[in-house]
């Protein structure tokens, strides 16, 4: 998806929806994603989530499968006035990814996961990692292999570390952010806190959306100086391009009033669309904020 093939910095929205409004009215379907992708999130376009559904369901209809991935992960979350279903999502999924789309891959093999069927997880993720390094499957391999407790998957530091630098190098954010969290602690390499900032600004420039542990160092002082303006600065960011997880992080500083001043009102309007966007953390703060005077 362009959202996730390009850097943040680099992307020129109101133009490429611009492009791609004209490639979707000329039948390219590959377009009409793009533009459900970008009407998803509001990017260089008017969000509406049911424009979204709609083009996206149109291109999984006429065998554009990244469609159907991107319509799967409605259904997954329960998005653009959809009731969740995800056995209507692993349909989906399943469908797409027997196309080779990575993107069903990644969201099936999360599913499998998520359930805890890492022996249906791994073959989904080692496909993705081949096909295209920078699309999730390494990322998903590497921290199978660091974290996962469990039968299916041995623990290998040695083979994680390979596959996150070879997500990393590849260009996907995530996998350096990996890379970073490993050097972070005692519970996979020694700690080198130099090695894990490098890592972390890395995933940072590559994609703005990454930025937040970057920031969470900054605000602890964990391995780098404390700059607490910067670490917000880069919060901001990272949730303007989406990032449940910075939003959420921001909803909770505006809540508190903790390194900026506090604004209820934003607070509870970023811990809703993190909520809804899938960060769990954030629906029960934000429901406890409402109940409070």
Known sequence: ?????????????????????????GGAQGSCVELASMAKYGEGTAQDLTRARKLYQAACDVGHQRGCAGLGLLYLRGMAGLEKDSARARTLFAKSCAADDVAGCVQLGGMDADAGNWSAALPLFEKVCALHPREGGCYSLAYAYAYVRSGDVPRDLDKARALAEKACDSGDAAGCNLLAGMYDGASTFAPDAPRSIAFAQRACDIDARHCYPLAMRLLQGRGVARDTAKAIALLEEACKQHNATACSLLGQALLDGEHVPPDRERALTLLDGACEAGDEAACPIAKNARTKP
Not at 1 to 25: K, P, T, V, W
């Open 1 to 25: 998806m362009l959202r996730y093939a390009l850097g943040s910095s680099a992307r020129d929205f109101a133009a490429a929806a611009a492009a791609f409004e004209r490639g979707c009215e």
